[in-house]
């Protein structure tokens, strides 16, 4: 099937590692997103990993990919509260138009 | 860099009316995304402009579902008539070429729109 899949829900304390989890569905995935959603705004392009890397690192963030069992996690490191959002996984399929399959979501709350 | 604009922000019509949203996308961008994000839910792609020519529109609802986008700028995605389900946030967005899937997609912050 279509489905990219994420847990719902993660609550962390401020200061702590958070760790989100995705599953896709297409080994043929050429690159794999990380996007964030705030209240009331827009898609926000966090990072992204190419298919033939395992592993990504850009400042807070750390993404990776085990491509055997089509896994993808994000890590943010030291969490804050701003980073209190939804985030959403997605990836791109080859031979398509860029075209993105996106997860559900999962909402992380940071609580002090 | 101005972003994806969007208009209007919220919208709330009857079931069987019309409604238009409209996106101006960054300029220079060729590639054109109207998604469909329902409570709960993933964007969906619903059609994908490049330039002004339709690349894929295989989700679009054609029976209630048309957007357009002359000139190759601004788009306009209108249903009629609407049904109950087609609440859900409506995200434009563009990216400069059709691309590679490394391409950034930029996003506009939506149009909410509740049919009653």
């Known amino acids: 099937g279509e489905d990219v899949e994420q847990s719902l829900f993660l609550s962390v304390r401020e200061g702590d590692s958070s760790v989100i989890n995705c599953t896709y569905t297409d080994s043929s995935s050429t690159y794999l997103y990380w996007y964030k959603q705030e209240p009331g705004a827009g898609l926000q392009l966090l990072t992204y990993?190419?298919?033939?890397?395992d592993m990504k690192q850009d400042q807070r963030l750390t993404v990776l990919l085990n491509k055997k069992d089509k896994h993808l996690s994000l890590r943010i490191a030291d969490t804050q509260t701003g980073d209190s959002a939804i985030y959403f996984c997605?990836?791109?399929?080859?031979?398509?138009?860029?075209?993105?399959?996106f997860g559900a979501g999962t909402r992380l709350a940071v609580h002090p | 860099e101005a972003g994806v604009a969007q208009s209007p922000r919220y919208k709330i019509i009857e079931k069987r009316q019309s409604v238009a949203f409209w996106c101006n996308p960054i300029s220079g961008h060729a590639t054109l995304y109207w998604y469909q994000q329902i409570l709960g839910q993933g964007p969906k792609l619903l059609i994908q402009f490049q330039n002004n020519g339709v690349v894929d529109d295989s989700q679009l609802p054609k029976d209630r579902f048309s957007a357009e986008r002359l000139k190759g700028v601004d788009s306009t995605l209108k249903i009629q008539p609407a049904k109950l389900e087609d609440s859900a946030v409506y995200l434009c967005?563009?990216?400069?070429?059709?691309?590679?899937?490394?391409?950034?997609?930029?996003f506009g912050p939506g149009t909410r729109l509740l049919v009653l």
């Open positions: 990993i190419f298919s033939n890397m």
């Open positions: 967005a563009s990216s400069l070429t059709q691309g590679g899937g490394w391409e950034t997609q930029y």
């Open positions: 997605a990836e791109s399929r080859p031979g398509g138009y860029n075209k993105l399959i």
